[in-house]
């Protein structure tokens, strides 16, 4: 069970970030498509499934989730990553402002995956020195 959990949890990390950057796009270009109903619904849909397969691995591989930097480090730059999404598409004041959050997302989404990968809160950092 644990591969089909894994490759499901990796597929919808890609789906997500992939319809983060499109409705990023949207917003920058003042789209309508932002307002449909199921733009707004599909993100929370699939951003949940994406927390569940992750608590699932967790729960599956007995993860001392307290005992593992990399994993506090994960969720953090979730939270981190929540909020700056929030801004970027709907909270900011400011266009400018807008496009910073955005981008600042998305890195706080590439630091998440580098903790993933090199199982350490260092992130991409400790994968490029080993």
């Known amino acids: 069970m644990y591969l089909p959990l894994k490759y499901a949890h990796l597929a919808l990390a890609i ?3 992939a319809g983060f950057m499109l409705r990023g796009i949207w917003m920058m270009r003042g789209s309508a498509l932002l307002g449909h109903k199921a733009v707004r619904i599909a993100p929370h849909v699939v951003d949940t499934l994406f927390l569940v397969s992750g608590i699932a691995l967790v729960v599956q591989l007995s993860l001392p989730v307290m005992q593992s930097p990399w994993l506090l480090a ?3 730059g979730l939270l981190v990553y929540i909020l700056l999404g929030t801004i970027a598409l709907r909270r900011g004041p400011t266009m400018p402002a807008r496009q910073v959050a955005f981008v600042a997302a998305l890195s706080a989404f590439a630091y998440i995956a580098g903790a993933a990968v090199s199982k350490s809160p260092a992130s991409w950092v400790a994968w490029f020195a080993s």
């Open 15 to 17: 789906v997500s970030i």
């Open 74 to 76: 994960k969720f953090a």
